[in-house]
């Protein structure tokens, strides 16, 4: 799955603990996105990240915040976990340097359930 | 704001038949569109793209895709299916924010179901 990583698999929480969802990639991509996945929507973007430290909010960033030290490294923080963002999280990287334009690839997907 | 369109919840179609999955898109400017699939409890996996070029695009396990302008469609084709080919299948287009690299808009998604 192009070198990407997603950690952990599988997540239940309680709602109002914070929870962090790690994407790790090997690939030297610039561009580090992290989506939703819920039935009927598709996926939605919730953060992405253009280079080390610069973010930009998505379509549904309410709750969520992001965080990118290092290249490889692309972190999705739910502050305060309510069933509302009970989901599957998706993280995807794009562009290397010398072809900015290739498509964009996904991890395997992160569960995530808030009771 | 640029959107995309999957008009069909589920497809259904038998093994050895042509299957069509469509896809229609609103954007300004030039579209650049894709087609992903997804397995069960797997991530997406890249299909196909049109960027610019021949309006016929030939990706991967021999799937196709028609760009038609005039229609602002993007349908995903294959002349014929294989039961192997049961999967929800995603239609997206580009934003065309230049500071965002690959930052896709998804439709909502299609179940495609191939009968033996």
């Known amino acids: 799955d192009a070198g990407i990583t997603q950690s952990p698999r599988h997540k239940v929480t309680e709602t109002g603990t914070p929870v962090t969802l790690r994407c790790h990639q090997t690939?030297?991509?610039?561009?580090m996105y992290w989506y939703r996945q819920d039935p009927g929507h598709g996926l939605r973007l919730i953060h992405y990240?253009?280079?080390?430290?610069?973010?930009d909010k998505g379509e549904v960033s309410d709750g969520y915040s992001v965080s990118r030290s290092k290249t490889e490294d692309f972190l999705l923080t739910l502050e305060s976990a309510t069933s509302s963002q009970t989901s599957v999280y998706f993280c995807?990287?794009?562009?290397?340097?010398?072809?900015?334009?290739?498509?964009?690839?996904f991890g395997q997907g992160t569960r995530l359930t808030v009771v | 704001a640029q959107s995309v369109a999957q008009p069909e919840d589920q497809v259904n179609v038998a093994e050895g038949n042509p299957l069509t999955v469509k896809c229609t898109y609103s954007?300004?400017?030039?579209?650049?569109l894709f087609w992903y699939v997804q397995y069960p409890n797997r991530g997406l996996q890249f299909l196909l793209k049109?960027?610019?070029?021949?309006?016929l695009v030939k990706g991967s396990y021999g799937f196709e895709a028609e760009f038609n302008k005039s229609q602002t469609s993007f349908h995903l084709k294959k002349p014929s299916a294989l039961v192997s080919d049961s999967a929800l299948y995603f239609c997206?287009?580009?934003?065309?924010?230049?500071?965002?690299?690959?930052?896709?808009?998804f439709g909502g998604g299609t179940r495609l179901m191939v009968k033996p």
């Open positions: 995807a990287i794009s562009g290397v340097p010398d072809r900015p334009n290739t498509e964009a690839f």
């Open positions: 690939e030297n991509h610039r561009y």
């Open positions: 990240s253009y280079g080390v430290k610069d973010t």
């Open positions: 954007v300004s400017g030039n579209p650049y």
């Open positions: 049109y960027i610019t070029g021949d309006n």
């Open positions: 997206a287009v580009r934003d065309m924010n230049n500071n965002a690299g690959n930052m896709l808009t």
